[in-house]
């Protein structure tokens, strides 16, 4: 059965894409989408992704009820890499948390301080269905944990120590080149 995708991220203000974000996703089905499926739900993932300036996103947050996840995070060597995760779980986790802050693209102009764990390993699925293992730590992993919260029906605001509002004009004088 062919994937609907929603051509936009769902936001908490609509009251049934919230009852959706918080709707603990299905595990995904390889023997139900073909792999020119796949392709085409991971590419209106990385395009949705890129509009709105994330690092990651889950299924989910464009309508799909399915255990996907990608992520986009700038290496050491200041390389770009790309993750597209099925079906993941959480293997192991470090003991050191970190807090640190946190932004969700269906909670706009919403941040928060978020502890997470430092360091994790996770195991799922490629694109292909083949079984793959990650160890990630600072914000890769904090971009995974993020990212399986949404599979799971949670939202960063759960998580957060704190949350505050910062206008949009505010947020791009942040990232303005100085």
Known sequence: MPLTIA?????????????????KTKPFDFSAHTPKEIQELLAKMKKAMHAAKGIGLSANQIGVDAQVFIAEVQGAQGETKFYAVFNPKIEKVSKEMEISEEGCLSIPKTF??????????????????????????????????HEMDHLNGMLFIDRATSTYEIPASERLARKAPR
């Open 7 to 23: 051509d936009h991220i769902f936001l908490i203000t609509d009251k049934e894409e919230y009852k959706f974000l918080r709707r």
């Open 112 to 145: 928060g301080e978020v502890p997470r764990a430092r360091e994790i390993t996770i195991k799922g699925q490629d694109k292909k269905g083949k079984p793959i293992k990650i160890k990630a730590w600072a914000l890769l992993a904090r971009v995974f944990q």
